[in-house]
């Protein structure tokens, strides 16, 4: 028995949500661990979609612990929104189900004002990164700059007057650059203390409470936001998010020890896919990028954004596996592919007339290279719903196996449509 951790493998909305599912019935406690509500996962169970931003997957399983861990930074209006749509789906939400780490950091109005002023300022330069504009980005810069509000310093009146007085002295300034009104002190703090007694209640000291749990011998299930691809520092920046998205922030965004990690599961769609700004070598702006999109259904779970869609890049991929440590992955979405007549999978790139294994740091490297592409015999035969390699035509194993070979990791679980029982089991990650 092991723990796992899941991160996706690419760019984000590899299907981390299903997996997740999937695997929290195994599971006794499933932890986000980096992140916000800028993240989207969609569950389907039983008929039923299920769209979460911040709070883990696991929530939505009746006897499983949520935790949300001190890597995450927590919009604590968001937070109660959410759990009040899930109410509504039948699903009750409560501190007796879910955890919030005590020092995780607090998004606050002024964190969106400021993320919306800056892609406003980007969009007018042609410079812009294509953030969410819910304050993500600058939460993690004022937690770096030692002047965050946490969530356990709601609990404390008369020193959290001061920590807003200090959070202040720096937005103000920056809103006066931006020839925006300034922020008064009273304001945040009627912000704050208006929904103290709402969020205190899930605060726990969570990196005491998972070792403890780890001591029992308890299931624990890391859930990672976003893709590898986004990572602050090995991800295609600045076209990234704002915190660490690879393996290896679950440790430090949970408070346990590397070595309480186990399997580390990589969660890889079958095709590419990405949102917003930045390089994307395999990118298709013909009628097949338009085919993937339309029978993927590539639209933002929380943003509602349209995905740009393209070939599957095992270089970016094998890429992913050395950064995160990945044991083995989940293939996700292969029935998308159901029907092309051929597939193409970018084995390495050509950068100023030289042949490359990986994509570089640089950024205009990064616009410069060009994608050497291997093909393969499609298939016409469907895929949707298939649980056992017998199931899948000839064609559609040839292209895993090539996947495999390329990317330097095994296919633990492969996904064959939304719903979480339509996946074939190579390795339980939690029995490897």
């Keep these: 028995m092991t723990n796992v951790v899941v991160v996706g493998s690419q760019w984000g909305d590899e299907g981390k949500g299903k997996i997740v599912d999937w695997l929290s019935e195994r599971a006794d406690i499933v932890v986000r661990f980096q992140g916000g509500h800028n993240a989207g996962h969609t569950l389907v169970i039983d008929g039923i979609s299920y769209k979460l931003s911040l709070l883990p997957s696991g929530v939505v399983r009746p006897g499983k612990m949520a935790v949300i861990g001190n890597g995450v930074v927590v919009d604590p209006h968001a937070l109660l929104a959410e759990i009040e749509r899930l109410k509504a789906q039948g699903v009750t939400v409560t501190p007796e189900n879910l955890r919030i780490a005590d020092n995780a950091t607090l998004i606050l109005s002024l964190h969106r004002e400021l993320d919306g002023m800056r892609e406003d300022a980007a969009s007018n330069s042609g410079t812009k990164i294509g953030t969410t504009r819910r304050g993500i980005g600058p939460a993690y810069e004022d937690k770096v700059g030692r002047r965050a509000i946490r969530l356990m310093d709601l609990a404390d009146i008369e020193a959290l007057e001061g920590k807003v007085e200090r959070i202040l002295t720096h937005h103000n300034a920056l809103r006066r650059g931006f020839g925006a009104p300034e922020i008064e002190h009273k304001a945040i703090m009627e912000e704050l203390t208006s ?70 599961l990589g969660i890889t769609k079958a095709y590419t896919t990405r949102v917003g700004e930045g390089p994307f070598p395999t990118e298709l ?42 044991t083995g992955i989940a293939l996700t979405k292969l029935d998308v592919l159901d029907g092309l007549e051929e597939l193409k999978i970018c084995v390495g790139y050509k950068l100023d007339g030289q042949e490359i294994e990986h994509l570089p740091a640089s950024q205009a490297a990064q616009a410069r290279v060009e994608p050497i592409y291997i093909t393969l015999e499609g298939w016409k035969e469907s895929t949707v719903g298939a649980r056992k390699w017998a199931d899948l035509p000839a064609q559609a194993i040839k292209y895993v196996r090539q996947v495999e070979e390329l990317i330097g990791a095994p296919v633990a679980l492969l996904s064959t449509s939304p719903e979480r029982d339509d996946t074939i089991l190579v390795t339980d990650p939690f029995e490897d």
Excluded at 202 to 218: A, C, I, N, Y
Excluded at 224 to 248: E, K
Excluded at 313 to 326: E, K
Aim: net charge neutral; aromatic share 8%; glycine share 16%.
């Design 285 to 326: 702006t013909d009628e097949i990028g338009q085919f993937l999109g339309e029978k993927g259904h590539e639209f933002g779970t929380i943003t509602g954004r349209k995905r740009r869609c393209g070939w599957f890049d095992a270089a970016l991929v094998r890429q992913s596996v050395a950064t995160n440590g990945i």
């Design 195 to 264: 929904i103290a007694d709402q969020v205190l209640p899930f605060r726990d000291t969570v990196w005491l409470m998972l070792d403890k749990e780890r001591r029992k011998g308890s299931r624990i299930l890391f859930e990672g936001a976003q893709g590898s691809l986004l990572d602050i520092d090995h991800g295609t920046y600045p076209f990234v998010t704002s915190s660490n998205t690879v393996a290896g922030q679950a440790a430090a965004g949970s408070g346990m020890g590397p070595g309480a990690l186990g399997y580390i």
